[in-house]
């Protein structure tokens, strides 16, 4: 089946700082999307993005699918925006999601 | 607008009991979606439904059973639990299929002892 893997696996910053995560995908997808769980454990879906750049707030993600990657870029980091993100992808083959396990990310005051 | 609600919110079974998990929305999205999410993983995809009464299976669907009778509902049923499927199992729609913002549930939280 098709790997999905995240980078890095755990980040923690000071408020304010900018952040980059990475998927990195081993075959061809359908579709991408990236996801937030919160502490609590409430998930929001922030970006779907099969190719090319989307921007929402300080939020933005890119997409390259020849190359088999997309990043989330955060910019001015909150303290909300700590939790764990997750990229996940549709596989072309079987056209079923697969999550990668997620970057947790953990933004102090 | 409740949006997807779940219930129960935990459950303790023992081995071999039966449930079912009730997802709910109304947002009159097609699609649904349960997924399974185990410590230190990401979500893997159980069941979904593409409308009222169809049901496709997911990555994982082995010891559970969906069912779509009415469109603002999906039903996860476990005929026999087994300790392997303790997890947090999330619901979550959308109007179309995975290309679509995804609405989630808050989650249910399942021990099988």
């Known amino acids: 089946g098709i790997q999905v893997e995240q980078s890095p696996p755990d980040l923690i910053l000071q408020e304010g700082a900018n952040s980059t995560l990475r998927c990195n995908f081993s075959d061809s997808v359908n579709n991408l999307q990236w996801f937030h769980q919160n502490p609590w454990g409430q998930l929001i879906n922030l970006f779907y993005?099969?190719?090319g750049t989307k921007q929402n707030g300080r939020l933005s993600a890119t997409t390259v699918a020849t190359e088999r990657y997309s990043l989330l870029y955060i910019s001015s980091s909150q303290t909300t925006d700590s939790g764990v993100y997750f990229c996940a992808v549709v596989w072309f083959r079987d056209d079923k999601i697969i999550f990668g396990k997620g970057t947790r990310l953990h933004i102090l005051p | 607008n409740a949006g997807v609600t779940q219930t129960p919110k935990f459950r303790v079974l023992k081995t071999g009991q039966s449930m079912t998990l009730l997802c709910a929305q109304d947002?009159?999205?097609?699609?649904m979606y349960w997924y399974r999410q185990d410590p230190g993983m990401g979500l893997r995809l159980i069941h979904y439904s593409v409308g009222e009464g169809t049901t496709a299976k997911g990555e994982v669907p082995d010891g559970y059973n969906v069912s779509r009778l009415k469109k603002q509902n999906f039903l996860l049923g476990l005929e026999s639990a087994a300790p392997s499927q303790t997890s947090v199992y999330f619901c979550a729609s959308s109007y179309s299929y995975l290309t679509d913002t995804q609405y989630f549930g808050p989650g249910t939280r399942l021990t099988v002892l």
């Open positions: 993005i099969p190719s």
């Open positions: 947002m009159n999205h097609e699609y």
